[in-house]
């Protein structure tokens, strides 16, 4: 598998002595495997382990079944086409408020009608052999009643960012899932993805020393009216839609949780799309080690997604880092430059990882309770900037707190 090189015992020195050797170039290019989706016939027999961690393509049959949840923009643009790049995943099922886009779509991707269930007969799923997981893709505040209904259905969940709305529906949901026994994964492709996993090994090897300080931003202009500016649907604006990049990513670099937020928000008084949420948000992190983060997210800006480490010695980041093509990693000092890692489909790893999570038993690596701590950090956010206060959020002594065993 490409990541175990890089990721096994880096430090400044093996960096330097491999990149040296082009050794990143040769050991992380991934092998894009193209496969055309297509439908397992009904009552095809349950995945069995297999060796998929070591990053074969599964034949159709023994690939998880997944069904997908809402149909908008993320699933059209970029879901549908990671199913067929995706070596462990494959696309059994869809769920949408509009039969007639279902029926196309479900053709096109070749899903069979059967499979097709809209928001009221979704329940029907759990008579469905060939799905074992649903991928909840709906507005934010949809995200809890249908992973209880997954759950409830016997079905495993993997949701997308931000879990819910407040720190209630999260606990509902890994509560659900548990009570089910059914796997739960939030949909962090940060961190499944290569660069920003390279990324995560400099700062935990100390490449450039110790960390000192972080910023992070994740701008954007929303220009039309959708439910991303309502307050019910959407829960926190763009906290919850971008920002939550900036806040899970710095988490995942260090492992550490943060201690303490302060924050600021901005909402231009006469703009109609900012009547329920803010425009522009910053904040800063405290963690217990002594690090300090500096964050900014806005529905109001050009387009701006990128971080920045610093360390004792060096200072290294990514930008662009969280679009879904074109990161670049950048370290200075120079030397060694930073490593060269071919772009991937972040989509597709995500399935994968959690493919191989229910084919091996595993614990995702991003669970309900990651999401869980980043609405806590979300909602601290929103106290601070109503209080003009610090707030102070529970100590976790241990890194990583909250994330399973980290994926092959
Ligand atoms: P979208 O607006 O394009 O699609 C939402 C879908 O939900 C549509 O098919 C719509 O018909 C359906 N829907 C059902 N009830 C609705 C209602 N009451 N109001 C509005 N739509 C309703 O949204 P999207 O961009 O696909 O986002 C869906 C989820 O995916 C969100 O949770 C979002 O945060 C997340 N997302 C994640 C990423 C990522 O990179 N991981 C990127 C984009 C979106």
Request: charged share 25%; glycine share 10%.
């Given at each position: 598998m490409e990541t175990i090189t890089f990721f096994t015992g880096f430090n400044r020195r093996n960096f330097i002595s491999r990149t040296a050797r082009g050794i990143f170039a040769a050991t992380l290019a991934p092998e894009i495997v193209r496969f055309a989706a297509s439908a397992e016939p009904m009552g095809s027999p349950a995945p069995t382990p297999t060796s998929a961690a070591q990053g074969e393509p599964l034949p159709q049959d023994q690939r998880v079944g997944f069904a997908l949840v809402g149909l908008g923009r993320l699933t059209q643009g970029q879901l549908l086409p990671a199913f067929r790049v995706s070596k462990r995943a494959k696309l059994t099922g869809l769920v949408s408020g509009d039969p007639a886009k279902a029926q196309k779509l479900a053709q096109e991707n070749g899903v069979?009608?059967?499979s097709i269930y809209d928001y009221k007969n979704f329940?029907?799923?759990?008579?469905?052999?060939?799905?074992q997981v649903v991928y909840v893709v709906l507005p934010n505040s949809m995200h809890a009643d249908f992973t209880e209904r997954s759950a409830r259905a016997g079905k495993h969940v993997l949701c997308e960012k931000?879990?819910?709305?407040s720190l209630m529906k999260c606990q509902q949901m890994i509560d659900a899932c548990r009570k089910a026994k059914v796997k739960l994964m939030i949909a962090y492709r940060i961190q499944y993805e290569p660069m920003n996993r390279a990324m995560q090994r400099m700062v935990r090897d100390k490449?450039?020393?110790?960390?000192?300080y972080i910023e992070s931003d994740n701008g954007q202009r929303v220009e039309k009216m959708e439910w991303r500016l309502s307050k019910a649907l959407s829960?926190?604006?763009?906290v919850g839609d971008v920002g939550i990049y900036c806040i899970n990513t710095i988490r995942f670099l260090l492992g550490e949780e943060p201690m303490e937020v302060f924050a600021r928000t901005f909402r231009p008084?006469?703009?109609?799309?900012f009547k329920e949420v803010d425009a522009t948000i910053i904040w800063q992190m405290r963690f217990a080690s002594g690090v300090l983060a500096n964050c900014m997210c806005s529905f109001d800006t050009y387009d701006t997604k990128s971080y920045r480490a610093v360390a004792e010695r060096g200072t290294f980041g990514m930008n662009?880092?969280?679009?879904?093509?074109?990161l670049k990693m950048f370290a200075?000092?120079?030397?060694?430059?930073p490593p060269q890692i071919a772009e991937s489909d972040q989509f597709a790893n995500e399935l994968d990882h959690m493919a191989d999570c229910v084919i091996n038993g595993r614990q995702p690596y991003t669970p309900g309770e990651e999401g869980l701590q980043d609405q806590r950090i979300i909602e601290a956010i929103f106290e601070s900037a109503r209080t003009t206060r610090a707030v102070t959020l529970p100590r976790f002594d241990k890194l990583d707190p909250f994330r399973g065993p980290i994926p092959e």
């Open positions: 069979s009608t059967e329940d029907r799923i759990r008579d469905n052999q060939d799905v931000p879990m819910e709305v490449a450039f020393g110790p960390v000192k829960g926190s604006g763009a008084p006469s703009d109609p799309r662009p880092s969280f679009p879904y093509h074109g200075k000092p120079e030397q060694p430059p």
